[in-house]
């Protein structure tokens, strides 16, 4: 009798355990936050960088020596090529994001500008930095970018992105010389610097400069998938913001 009882009492808590469960599971909100044009930008936009990343490095750094005759070796020339593609890939990829600003959800654009003069965003800014820096136990919760990463994807990336495509273009105009479209448009930016050698200084460090953005955004973004109990990285694949509790 004892046994029947204490079969039928682990069978109930069981059932109770599924019934939590599936309640915990009814508590997941999801909300559709990146539309799909914004989302497939911003995979093409991370595999153009680190083509730009890698290739720019190779640039400013070339390999001393290849085997063989210099004629049957055209490896920086190819280096080059897929840097500049890459290049124009960004630069056309900024141009569509910008229309998709004007004409996507609201959303779409929070990238292109930040509330500096309105004194509650600098509040909710404190209160992402108390939580990235362990202080805080639970973060605001936010359908799109946090005021912190509002903040960083303007300064950190957009700006810089586009330092790095008038910088870039300016050079590549040395190429295409005087009269070509990157002339007109870029010319004036290295006598702005002083000289050649300057904006290549520049451009340079702005590389540098964006992968360290990268590498603070992919652990900003794992790390609240893992502990801000709102997804990050899977919101780019599928474009809706889960919030686990």
């Known amino acids: 009798m004892s046994h029947t009882t204490t079969h039928h009492g682990a069978g109930r808590e069981a059932g109770d355990d599924d019934e939590h469960t599936v309640a915990e599971a009814r508590s997941i909100k999801s909300v559709y936050v990146y539309e799909a044009p914004v989302r497939i930008w911003h995979w093409i936009n991370a595999l153009a960088i ?3 990343a890698i290739t720019g490095y ?3 750094s070339p ?11 055209y490896l920086m020339g190819y280096i080059r090529f897929a840097h500049f593609a890459a290049g124009y890939l960004l630069a056309v990829g900024i141009l569509g994001r910008l229309y998709w600003a004007v004409v996507g959800n609201h959303h ?5 500008w930040v509330p500096l003069f309105q004194r509650a965003y600098w509040a909710e ?9 362990f202080i805080s136990a639970r973060p605001g919760r936010y359908v799109g970018h946090n005021p912190l990463a509002r903040f960083a994807m303007f300064f950190g990336f957009f700006v810089l992105t586009v330092f790095m495509i008038v910088t870039g273009f300016a050079l590549y105009a040395e190429g295409a010389q005087m009269g070509s479209w990157q002339d007109k448009l870029f010319g004036w930016v290295i006598p702005l ?3 050649s050698q300057d904006v290549h200084t520049w451009h340079h460090l702005g590389m540098w400069a964006l992968i360290i953005f990268v590498i603070l955004h992919v652990y900003a973004a794992i790390r609240e998938d893992i502990m801000g109990r709102s997804s990050v990285v899977s919101t ?4 809706h913001r889960t919030f686990k509790d």
């Open 193 to 195: 610097f002083g000289q």
């Open 236 to 239: 780019m694949i599928s474009g």
């Open 125 to 133: 800014v404190w209160g992402m930095v108390k939580w990235y820096a």
């Open 63 to 73: 390999l001393p020596t290849q085997p063989g005759e210099a004629s049957a070796n």
């Open 58 to 60: 190779f640039i400013g």
């Open 108 to 112: 779409a654009r929070e990238l292109f």
């Open 50 to 52: 680190t083509v730009l």
